[in-house]
């Protein structure tokens, strides 16, 4: 697996397909994130911007070879080993996406609530921040894993679903995403931090469900 994980690695830095995603969150930040802001607010505003960027980064891995170069890394290793390194690697580039945002929220906001007189601690709720933002970059990796192949068999299906997926996901109340941004907006209102552990970890297997699915369904259809 860690072969696989470099190959697919190497494969989505040469192809420079992560460009798009990235420019787009760093637009993303840069627009949204104001110097001086309340950092909880910033920290929730950067993770949403990573649950769609993290569709966008699962659909680039998953549909980055090339038939014939996917059947060879199959017939090496196997098809659902492959598609996990793909999904694997996806997850891991929105990580560190989440990480260089969660920096950045760090050195820009105020560490304090949305009055500005109830101080924030920065450690903390840089914590919640970044469980925040895995709570919104996992439902974002399982999309990218549902709604692409081996899931869909027509790519041209993948991009209009994943986007409606990442809109929904971000404003039902059921969902781990909105439950996590909700816990950093009433935070910032009150100065209190509240780490999203039962988000994190509904997302987690969410996650985790999505992925096995989408890779045993590769084997079938490999």
Same mark, same amino acid.
């Given at each position: 697996?860690?072969?696989?994980?470099?190959?697919?690695?190497?494969?989505?830095?040469?192809?420079?397909?992560?460009?798009?995603?990235?420019?787009?969150? $760093?637009?993303?930040? /840069?627009?949204?994130?104001? =110097?001086? #802001?309340?950092?909880?607010? &910033?920290?929730?505003?950067? *993770? +949403? %911007?990573?649950?769609?960027?993290?569709?966008?980064?699962?659909?680039?891995?998953?549909?980055?070879?090339?038939?014939? $170069?996917?059947?060879? /890394?199959?017939?090496?290793? =196997?098809? #659902?080993?492959?598609?996990? &390194?793909?999904?694997?690697? *996806? +997850? %891991?580039?929105?990580?560190?996406?989440?990480?260089?945002?969660?920096?950045?929220?760090?050195?820009?906001?105020?560490?304090?609530?949305?009055?500005?007189?109830?101080?924030?601690?920065?450690?903390?709720?840089?914590? &919640?921040?970044?469980?925040?933002?895995?709570?919104?970059?996992?439902?974002?990796?399982?999309?990218?894993?549902?709604?692409?192949?081996?899931?869909?068999?027509?790519?041209?299906?993948?991009?209009?679903?994943?986007?409606?997926?990442?809109?929904?996901?971000?404003?039902?109340?059921?969902?781990?995403?909105?439950?996590?941004?909700?816990?950093?907006?009433?935070?910032?209102?009150?100065?209190?931090?509240?780490?999203?552990?039962?988000?994190?970890?509904?997302?987690?297997?969410?996650?985790?469900?999505?992925?096995?699915?989408?890779?045993?369904?590769?084997?079938?259809?490999?």
């Amino acid at each position: 697996m860690t072969a696989l994980l470099r190959y697919q690695a190497a494969l989505l830095i040469r192809s420079h397909r992560w460009l798009p995603p990235v420019i787009v969150y $760093a637009a993303f930040l /840069a627009i949204g994130v104001q =110097t001086g #802001g309340p950092i909880l607010d &910033a920290y929730g505003f950067a *993770a +949403a %911007g990573l649950l769609p960027v993290a569709v966008w980064l699962t659909r680039v891995c998953v549909t980055n070879e090339p038939p014939a $170069a996917r059947n060879c /890394a199959a017939a090496a290793a =196997t098809p #659902g080993r492959v598609h996990l &390194a793909c999904v694997l690697t *996806a +997850a %891991g580039a929105a990580l560190v996406l989440a990480l260089l945002g969660a920096a950045f929220v760090a050195l820009l906001s105020d560490p304090h609530a949305n009055d500005h007189q109830v101080a924030v601690p920065v450690l903390p709720a840089t914590g &919640a921040g970044l469980l925040t933002g895995l709570s919104c970059l996992l439902p974002g990796v399982a999309t990218g894993a549902l709604c692409n192949w081996p899931v869909l068999r027509r790519p041209g299906w993948g991009v209009p679903a994943g986007l409606a997926a990442a809109v929904l996901l971000l404003v039902l109340g059921g969902s781990p995403a909105n439950a996590a941004l909700k816990g950093m907006i009433t935070g910032s209102e009150h100065g209190t931090i509240t780490a999203p552990w039962l988000p994190f970890a509904a997302a987690f297997l969410a996650a985790a469900g999505a992925t096995a699915a989408a890779c045993a369904l590769s084997s079938r259809r490999g």
